[in-house]
Nanobody, 123 residues
Framework: QVQLVESGGGLVQTGGSLRLSCAAS????????MAWFRQAPGKEREFVAA???????YYADSVKGRFTISRDNAKNTVYLQMNSLKPEDTAVYYC?????????????????WGQGTQVTVSS
């Protein structure tokens, strides 16, 4: 079992920044992918960004150039730095974890999930 604990959500104005954190504990292994998904009201959960063990990153087109995913392997923690936030970024953001080195944008590919953290961007 792997436990994921997210933090860092909140309310911010358009153009502002937030940094989300997700700490993994439990049966973590060296080779894994951590990702961020989000779900806006009335919409399906969607992929935001992912990072593998060696630090290769992947982003949804909607956040490229604005969001940066990073990780601290020693702390088993992944971060999502969100800049130039827009009202359409408003959602519950979820951290996800999967064993292995391959990333996928489909949520069904991920083995563990955090509880989610609310991000609200006001116009």
């Amino acid at each position: 079992q792997v436990q994921l604990v997210e933090s860092g959500g909140g309310l911010v104005q358009t153009g502002g920044s937030l940094r989300l954190s997700c700490a993994a504990s439990g049966r973590t292994f060296r080779d894994y992918v951590m990702a961020w998904f989000r779900q806006a009201p009335g919409k399906e959960r969607e992929f935001v960004a992912a990072i593998n063990w060696i630090g290769t990153t992947y982003y949804a087109d909607s956040v490229k150039g604005r969001f940066t995913i990073s990780r601290d392997n020693a702390k088993n923690t992944v971060y999502l730095q969100m800049n130039s936030l827009k009202p359409e970024d408003t959602a519950v953001y979820y951290c996800a974890y999967r064993y292995g080195s391959s990333w996928y944008p489909e949520e069904r590919r991920y083995d563990y999930w955090g509880q989610g953290t609310q991000v609200t961007v006001s116009s």
